[in-house]
């Protein structure tokens, strides 16, 4: 698209012409970019999913976080820090992202703390054992990369070229989870029984992140027709399953599903059926970790307001000089 607002309506165009001009942007798969006209629809369901994309990578750092100072190990911990901080980095592109469209972040992060926006399901189980760390890399960071590989071809470019570096740094993340339930996995007995429990605990959470089946997910057709979304949420759920299956082989351990087996005539795997009434339990607030993983975020943000309140301050002070030292300069050059 190239007119920008202001330019449309100087040429006197009105809202059709511009919705028919946004629509074949969308047709001939070209990106929309935050100064090109779009319908509110657009804006609002990018901000929504956008937002809670951004939550659940700020609200992620915990459950794994939690164990930067008792990692077995030196280079555990220098891993972990390392991936806790990546994704520190991909909550604050997504926010950028996020302000292209006009909103405004301390908002968002008004909303997340006040619960008036949502975040990942899967950020709100808990992390009892080192097994988890390695759990979360390999099945919640797979199904990341399921998820957000097409969304670097979403139609809203910000979105789609924040997406590009999330993904490769989430594959790194993914190895680093495999690499690790490798070793654990050659490791003891009592290391074998860790890993599977985490298995165990962590299979059908991991299911529910693609969100509710086709029929039960208001947003779908909407983001489809848009392009925002380029699969539905039960399409990525079976890439996931046929990706992990032979994962789990290779590793030793038992996805705990009776139902999951290869099908020769779909050429996927059929699996059982998650449970969706937790789902919905977890998203309104009633999981395992919702209310502490939300304390602990509202907590960080008010020891954080010093911080915010310095900067602003020390940018005030910045401005400041730089004006006075160009009023001097100007003062100076007049009199030379
Ligand atoms: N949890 O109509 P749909 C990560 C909500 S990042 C909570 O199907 P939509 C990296 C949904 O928002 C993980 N809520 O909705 C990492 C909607 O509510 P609303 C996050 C969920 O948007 C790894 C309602 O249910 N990824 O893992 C969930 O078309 C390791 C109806 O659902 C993204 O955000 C859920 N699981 O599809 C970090 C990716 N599922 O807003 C740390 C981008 C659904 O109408 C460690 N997002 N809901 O009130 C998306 O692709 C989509 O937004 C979906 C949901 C697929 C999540």
Known sequence: MTSTGTEASAAGWDEARLSEQFDATIAKDQRIEPRDWMPDGYRRTL???IAQHAHSEIIGMQPEGDWITRAPSLRRKAILFAKVQDE???GLYLYSAAETLGA???ELTDALIEGRQKYSSIFNYPTPTFADVGVIGWFVDGAAICNQVPLCRCSYGPYARAMVRVCKEESFHQRQGYELLLTMMRGTDGQRAMVQDAVDRWWWPSLMMFGPPDDDSPNSA?????KIKRHSNDELRQRFVDMTVPQAEKLGVTLPDPELSWNEERGH?????????ELQRVISGDGPRNVERVSRRRAAHEEGAWVREAATAHAAKQAARTQETARTQKTEGAAA
């Open 47 to 49: 901000i929504r999913q």
């Open 88 to 90: 520190a980095g991909h």
């Open 269 to 277: 795997h059929d699996f059982g059926t998650p449970d969706w009434s």
């Open 222 to 226: 909407r983001s489809m027709a848009w």
């Open 104 to 106: 405004d972040r301390a």
